[in-house]
């Protein structure tokens, strides 16, 4: 069983070590990504999605255990506590900007698959040009959004990998960027309780380019034929996380990232959560390497009834100049039992 993980690793590396050496327009990380800020397209596919994960910190590539796992790492989708998961998150972005996020998810034994879709919606923009800079009464949008498809497999007890290919289209006015992203996970644990390590690259494919042609600047210049094109938002998280037992009742988790964007430079994720008899959590957690913010903290509640599993979260985020942000986001899952081979005899 060691000899089949170890196997699944080394054609798993080989596999990122294949696209890499492929890529065009650049490495799908690069060595050095803040020599590169600003110079990725589709930055909508980075905001994080689920209360839970933002209070954490955004550290949760080794904690998506839940109906989020499709965003963060969706290897984590064979190891939800029941076999279903509904999920739904909200979050009031800055500048009047919202984002939602929804997926579905399904595990059997071995093998697991699910959907999802999010978008972002910016409300009517008033249009501006230099000989109307308060307006010209015309306005225009700004939407964004993608949807997905995973599929993961439990290599062993312990050990289990994912994969999620989007579609992701942006229509910034009368001009459409469109592109297929794909994201891979793999998460272990480690037999010391319930430690984990997680590693994701999300959002690697090609370069992501506007569609139609560029509008004349009307200063006598020729016009380029087509807009640049820009690279994915690719990212790559490596994390660990482990569930401490201080008393009967409670327990803290503790969780942590290295994070490394191809267009920002590299930054630790840290985040802890307290929890009371497995309903009351209470999180903080901290983000490195940001020049502004970087903190977030939330709360939630977690309800067990009959055959559903029901969890609330609420995160709060400091993002510096760009003020503050709200999530909130509901986790379901029905625990569905296993009738008896012969249930049907006692019904009758």
Not at 9 to 25: D, E, H, K, P
Not at 126 to 140: A, N, P, V
Request: charged share 20%.
């Amino acid at each position: 069983m060691v000899n089949r993980t170890v196997k699944t690793l080394i054609v798993l590396v080989a596999a990122l070590a294949t696209l890499t050496g492929s890529a065009q327009a650049g490495d799908i990380l690069r060595l050095y990504g803040e020599d590169s800020v600003g110079t990725a397209s589709g930055l909508f596919m980075r905001i994080p999605v689920g209360a839970r994960g933002i209070a954490l910190g955004k550290a949760y590539v080794a904690c998506a255990t839940d109906g989020a796992a499709a965003y963060w790492n969706p290897a984590g989708i064979m190891r939800t506590p029941g076999r279903t998961n509904y999920f739904a998150s909200h979050s009031e972005y800055t500048a009047g900007i919202d984002l939602d996020y929804l997926s579905w998810h399904h595990r059997r034994q071995s093998f697991g698959f699910g959907l999802s879709m999010g978008s972002l919606r910016s409300g009517d923009i008033l249009r501006t040009d230099e000989f109307h800079q308060e307006g010209t009464g015309h306005y225009f949008n700004a939407n964004q959004f993608f949807i997905g498809a995973s599929i993961a497999r439990s290599m062993t007890d312990k050990f289990s990998i994912g994969i999620t290919a989007k579609y992701f289209q942006e229509n910034l006015d009368e001009y459409q960027t469109k592109a297929f992203l794909a994201d891979l996970g793999i998460l272990y644990f480690l037999g010391l309780g319930d430690m984990r390590i997680g590693f994701s690259v999300k959002n690697f494919g090609g370069d992501l380019q506007p569609g139609g042609s560029p509008p004349s600047s009307g200063s006598g210049a020729d016009a380029s034929s087509e807009f640049q094109s820009f690279p994915a938002p690719t990212v790559g998280s490596f994390g660990a996380a482990k569930t401490w037992q201080l008393a009967r009742k409670l327990t803290v988790l503790t969780t942590a990232d290295f994070n490394h964007p191809s267009d920002f430079k590299e930054s630790f994720r840290m985040g802890s959560e307290f929890g009371i008899n497995q309903v009351l959590f209470l999180r903080a957690g901290f983000e490195t390497s940001r020049q502004e913010g970087g903190f977030a903290a939330g709360f939630g509640m977690q309800l067990k009834r009959k055959q559903f599993l029901v969890r609330i979260d609420y995160a709060y985020s400091d993002n510096g100049s760009f003020g503050t942000t709200h999530q909130i986001s509901v986790d379901l899952s029905p625990l569905f039992r296993r009738k008896a081979d012969d249930a049907w005899r006692r019904r009758n």
